[in-house]
């Protein structure tokens, strides 16, 4: 069975930094796309960063040169660094996993970004 697990949201003032982690267990780890999305309310879930087994790294505009992604295949987790957060950060975050044609999604952990 797979399950990605989501953790380190919370309540971050503005400017501040938080560390995602995602665990997975039921997958081959090393071989799957890995990504981040996050959904705020009232929108549509949207790609944030995605890593590729091989380390290629891709990350949507609005995040460029504030967050990092990475993988340890040691550990099967997935990491997003997240600094100089923003009030408009603020969303449900969600890890995935996919290797054509499957995905699997994690049930998602809150980040406020609010002074």
């Known amino acids: 069975q797979v399950q990605l697990v989501e953790s380190g949201g919370g309540l971050v003032q503005p400017g501040g930094s938080l560390r995602l982690s995602c665990a997975a267990s039921?997958?081959?780890?090393?071989?799957?796309?890995m990504g981040w999305y996050r959904q705020a309310p009232g929108k549509q879930r949207e790609l944030v960063a995605t890593?590729?087994?091989?380390?290629?790294?891709n990350y949507a505009n609005f995040v460029k040169g504030r967050f990092t992604i990475s993988m340890d295949n040691a550990k099967n987790t997935l990491a997003l660094q997240m600094n100089s957060l923003k009030p408009e950060d603020t969303a449900v975050y969600y890890c995935?996993?996919?290797?054509?044609?499957?995905?699997?999604w994690g049930q998602g952990t809150q980040v406020t970004v609010s002074s």
């Open positions: 890593i590729t087994s091989d380390g290629n790294t």
């Open positions: 039921g997958i081959i780890f090393s071989i799957y796309t």
């Open positions: 995935k996993a996919r290797l054509a044609p499957r995905n699997y």
